[in-house]
């Protein structure tokens, strides 16, 4: 049974950073593709980044690149949200999402597996 769970959300001051982790279990991590979500309150769900089987490419939303950094740590399973100068706009529940792809495909609708998300808010 494959699980993602998501740590790390809180509300931070904009202008803030967080640090988002995702554990994945029952499934072969080394050959997964991991990507980041977001769901604003009342909106569709959207792609924030991605990495791909060993990290080397990563792909990020016009809206929070050079802001966020996405790395992994396959022989901890765990893929990291690095999020830096917050903004109230990247308030959303944060999910973590799975799939054994090569790419990094840019719509939910790609992957296979979800965590439960983790609530972000940034205050102004």
């Known amino acids: 049974q494959v699980q993602l769970v998501e740590s790390g959300g809180g509300l931070v001051q904009a202008g803030g950073s967080l640090r988002l982790s995702c554990v994945a279990s029952?499934?072969?991590?080394?050959?997964?593709?991991m990507a980041w979500f977001r769901q604003p309150r009342g909106k569709e769900r959207e792609f924030v980044g991605g990495?791909?089987?060993?990290?080397?490419?990563?792909y990020y939303a016009d809206s929070v690149k050079g802001r966020i950094t996405i790395s992994r740590y396959n022989a901890g399973n765990t893929v990291y949200l690095h999020m830096n100068s917050l903004k109230p706009e990247d308030t959303a529940v944060y999910f973590c999402?799975?799939?054994?792809?090569?790419?990094?495909?840019?719509?939910?609708?790609?992957?296979?597996?979800w965590g439960q998300g983790t609530q972000v808010t940034v205050s102004s």
């Open positions: 990495a791909n089987y060993f990290g080397t490419s990563t």
């Open positions: 999402a799975a799939v054994s792809s090569v790419g990094v495909p840019q719509s939910p609708e790609s992957y296979d597996y």
């Open positions: 029952g499934l072969t991590f080394s050959r997964t593709t």
